[in-house]
Nanobody, 125 residues
Framework: QVQLVESGGGLVQDGGSLRLSCAVSGRTFGSYDMGWFRQAPGKEREFVAAIRWIGGLTNYGDSVKGRFTISRDISKNTMYLQMNNLKPEDTAVYYC??????????????????WGQGTQVTVSS
């Protein structure tokens, strides 16, 4: 079993920055894929970014490329999402997720078995 706990959300102005954290505990990680997703009211859950725990290969959704950076610190069992140049349309609940060996399906929310509780990010205009 894997437990994920997000933190770092909050209220920020248009153009501001935030860093989200996802603390991981439970089963030892091997070839896990970890991702960030977000969901705004009335919208479907959207892929934001993903990282391979071993190796650090990253992928991003088109709407955040060049603004967001995903990373992980293996020694701290923590994943991060650095969000720069935030826009009002980035407002959503952000979730971290994990599962094993997703290969090319890292962007599909239904492929992930483990989820955090979510953290609210609000960007004011």
């Amino acid at each position: 079993q894997v437990q994920l706990v997000e933190s770092g959300g909050g209220l920020v102005q248009d153009g501001g920055s935030l860093r989200l954290s996802c603390a991981v505990s439970g089963r030892t990680f091997g070839s896990y894929d970890m991702g960030w997703f977000r969901q705004a009211p009335g919208k479907e859950r959207e892929f934001v970014a993903a990282i391979r725990w071993i190796g650090g290969l990253t992928n991003y959704g088109d709407s955040v490329k060049g603004r967001f950076t995903i990373s992980r610190d293996i020694s701290k069992n923590t994943m991060y999402l650095q969000m720069n140049n935030l826009k009002p349309e980035d407002t959503a609940v952000y979730y971290c997720a994990a599962d094993r060996n997703l290969a090319r399906n890292y962007h599909v929310a239904e492929e992930y078995s483990y989820w955090g509780q979510g953290t609210q990010v609000t960007v004011s205009s």
